[in-house]
């Protein structure tokens, strides 16, 4: 007598592996725009230095309210939300079950991973942020690396680490982590990513190359988390939101 192995995680396991594969192929994707950005990163902090802001003020405070999709603070609060609410993410606790082994933990690395890699590029690589760099005296956006670029007296090391955008890869990081627990929100996740990779720019934090790397960061350190079996069972599928 012959035994098969269940169809349907053999199926999930396919999904999550293809999945993988899509946010690989997206973080390369990133990577070659960072590169085209580099292009465009002095027209681009120029205008959206201008004072006053060049963006509608219903619009900036939208994206200023997407920030908190890329925040440590909100990043937090969200996946908090979630461990309370989603029994598929359930630690051991007196009173319920644990949820599926390593599930919380493969999220909370998908956002949080991306932002510690971009920590340790930050520490090596130093660059002008277009809110303190003098952009009418560069010519070029590799003039913006290293300090010689800086608007007047250095105030603190913040202003010399544009290069890359951490708020840009906790965000993307956290975008392909929920993509990978609940498939069916991809595109609004994808679309707060986005959102809150804008307001870096439109608010002179960061250059166009720098939201683009460090979202490349975040979507590749993610791919490395999430795989491995199915996110959940499928006694969970239903109520996990599949």
Same mark, same amino acid.
Not at 19 to 44: E, K, Q, S, T
Not at 70 to 99: E, F, K, N, Q
Not at 126 to 142: F, H, I, K, Q, T
């Given at each position: 007598?012959? +035994? +098969? !192995?269940?169809?349907? @995680?053999?199926? =999930? !396991? ?9 946010? &690989? ?8 725009? *960072? ?11 120029? #205008?959206?230095? !201008?004072?006053?802001? @060049? ?35 359930? &630690? ?7 949820? @599926? ?18 920590? /340790?590029?930050?520490?090596?690589? =130093? ?16 003039? +913006? ?5 800086? =608007? ?6 913040? !202003? ?13 990081? /956290?975008?392909? *982590?929920?993509? #990978?627990?609940? @498939? ?47 996110? #959940? ?7 996990? *939101?599949?």
């Amino acid at each position: 007598m012959t +035994t +098969t !192995q269940p169809v349907e @995680p053999v199926a =999930e !396991q396919v999904r999550v592996d293809r999945y993988r594969a899509r946010l &690989l192929a997206i973080a390369a994707v990133l990577a070659v725009a *960072g590169l085209m950005a580099f292009a465009i990163d002095l027209p681009v902090a120029r #205008w959206c230095k !201008q004072r006053p802001v @060049p963006l509608p003020g219903d619009l900036l405070k939208f994206l200023n309210f997407a920030e908190v999709f890329a925040h440590g603070l909100g990043v937090t609060a969200l996946i908090a939300t979630l461990l309370a609410s989603d029994p598929a993410l359930a &630690l051991p606790w007196p009173g319920r079950p644990a949820g @599926p082994r390593w599930n919380f933990i493969r999220l909370v690395g998908a956002a949080a991973v991306g932002g510690l890699l971009v920590d /340790l590029v930050k520490a090596c690589v =130093e660059r002008v942020r277009p809110n303190a760099a003098a952009l009418g005296d560069v010519s070029s956006a590799l003039a +913006t690396f290293g300090s010689a670029a800086l =608007e007047g007296p250095l105030q603190s090391a913040a !202003q010399l680490m544009s290069f890359p955008s951490g708020h840009a890869a906790a965000a993307a990081g /956290l975008a392909a *982590g929920l993509g #990978w627990k609940y @498939p069916l929100g991809r595109p609004a996740f994808a679309m707060l990513a986005m959102l809150s990779a804008a307001q870096r720019v439109a608010t002179s934090a960061h250059y166009p190359s720098d939201v683009c790397f460090g979202a490349a960061i975040g979507v590749a350190a993610a791919a490395a988390l999430v795989g491995g079996r199915p996110p #959940w069972p499928r006694s969970m599928a239903d109520a996990g *939101g599949a």
